[in-house]
């Protein structure tokens, strides 16, 4: 019932773009944290970004800071993750994840997230 689906994945050349997201269905994201993670074949999981309830906060790894944006829309029940100048080490099972904020302004990619999506493929190469 409860449940999170992510897209906008595909293939795309190094320096490209591509916009992901994930809408959320059964439940609303007014009161959640929101947070994209991606794996990579043969390695550990890595937070990518969260977001706070509101969107008045966000974090970012290293990784990718400068380079992808965080945003959410609570009218459409959807975050969004814009990914702009990709490399190949991006490559990776984009995952977005839900955790209740219970009131919390700020969100940690630390955090344990309970509600995952599916994932979708983002493959950067030429």
């Known amino acids: 019932q409860l449940q999170l689906v992510e897209s906008g994945g595909g293939l795309v050349q190094p320096g490209g773009s591509l916009r992901l997201a994930c809408v959320a269905s059964?439940?609303?994201?007014?009161?959640?944290?929101i947070a994209w993670f991606r794996q990579a074949p043969g390695k550990d999981r890595e937070g990518v970004s969260c977001?706070?309830?509101?969107?008045?906060?966000?974090n970012y790894a290293d990784s990718v800071k400068g380079r992808f944006t965080i945003s959410r829309d609570n009218a459409k029940n959807t975050v969004y993750l814009q990914m702009s100048s990709l490399k190949p080490e991006d490559t990776a099972v984009y995952y977005c994840?839900?955790?209740?904020?219970?009131?919390?302004?700020?969100?940690?990619?630390?955090?344990?997230?309970?509600?995952w999506g599916q994932g979708t493929q983002v493959t950067v190469s030429s």
């Open positions: 994840a839900a955790l209740r904020s219970f009131g919390q302004a700020m969100c940690e990619l630390t955090s344990r997230y309970d509600l």
């Open positions: 059964g439940f609303t994201l007014n009161y959640h944290f």
């Open positions: 977001i706070s309830a509101r969107g008045g906060s966000t």
